[in-house]
């Protein structure tokens, strides 16, 4: 029998959508909700963010009735009557609810999307990197030797630091760099390769016409590029003094730039506090690990 199933994941600053058909991903999409930078000026999940989620949940039930939709981030934040306001809605209008996932959870979903078909006989670090959350997840031949949770994220640094949404910010990488730097603290564990998840990193160096290389030290079709830490360094440096409205014109979403500029920090002072020789970006999310457990009753392993 065919399988066929929608997984939406509602994050602070970013809702995806990936249906599955018959474990291949047949349609993705993402759409730049600002849950987490709206619940800060109204004290609640803004009612206009909700209409937006709800968009979204009309484009998935075109493709299948099997939905299952997940809430990160601020949706760990939010009281349970909130919560429960919010699903009665959804159980009116849609006969769903949103299912709240913990952050580490989230993490090892990812993380899972990522190791699962890989082999390579080395320490990686995976990371999770979103709106108001940061996870890193270190695996060894396919099991998890390490962990980290941060409760901060892009939508953080970027509120410090305003002028990193703006065309040629005032503030410098040093000092934005120095700032998380603070906040990371010291990471014991050293890896070979520091995998990019948890968002569409591959959207970045798309749109801002960086050059990546052929990933030659495994094999995935969602890991197909990567670049060498001398390479990285230069471009993030780059990413803070180059045209970020020139970038945004590249895209077909110039609204998801606003974090980018703080990602691309944060992803490098990781890369070298975990002496990661090789960056992989990647645009896989939680949601990779998700229809393997839900389609092929795979476990999580920890």
């Excluded at 990197?129 to 901060?152: H, M, Q, T, W």
Aim: glycine fraction near 4%.
């Amino acid at each position: 029998m065919d399988k066929k199933i929608a997984i939406i994941e509602i994050g602070s600053n970013n809702t995806k959508t990936h249906i599955y058909e018959n474990s291949n991903l047949v349609k993705e999409n993402n759409v730049t909700i600002e849950f987490k930078k709206n619940y800060k000026k109204e004290n609640r999940i803004s009612f206009s963010d909700l209409d937006k989620l709800y968009d979204v949940i009309k484009n998935a039930l075109e493709y299948t009735k099997n939905i299952h939709i997940y809430g990160c981030s601020i949706f760990r934040n939010i009281t349970k009557e909130e919560l429960d306001e919010i699903n009665k809605v959804l159980k009116e209008k849609f006969n769903l609810e949103i299912e709240v996932v913990s952050q580490e959870d989230e993490a090892m979903y990812t993380a899972l999307g990522c190791y699962n078909n890989i082999k390579y006989d080395g320490n990686i670090c995976i990371f999770i990197g979103g709106g108001g959350s940061i996870e890193l997840i270190f695996v060894n031949n396919g099991k998890v030797i390490d962990k980290k949770y941060y409760d901060f994220g892009v939508v953080d640094v970027t509120t410090k630091f305003s002028s990193l949404k703006d065309d040629v910010p005032t503030c410098t990488f040093d000092e934005v760099y120095s700032y998380v730097d603070d906040l990371i603290g010291d990471l014991e564990t050293k890896v070979d390769i520091l995998i990019l998840a948890g968002g569409d990193h591959l959207y970045w160096y798309n749109n801002a016409r960086y050059d990546l290389l052929a990933n030659t030290l495994y094999k995935d079709e969602s890991q197909k590029y990567m670049l060498i830490r001398d390479m990285s360094d230069t471009y993030d440096k780059d990413a803070l003094v180059t045209s970020l409205d020139k970038i945004r014109n590249n895209s077909d979403n110039p609204l998801w730039f606003d974090g980018s500029r703080a990602m691309k920090v944060i992803t490098n002072l990781i890369s070298h506090k975990v002496d990661a020789k090789y960056i992989v970006p990647t645009k896989i999310n939680m949601e990779e690990g998700l229809q393997i457990t839900l389609l092929n009753n795979v476990t999580m392993k920890s």
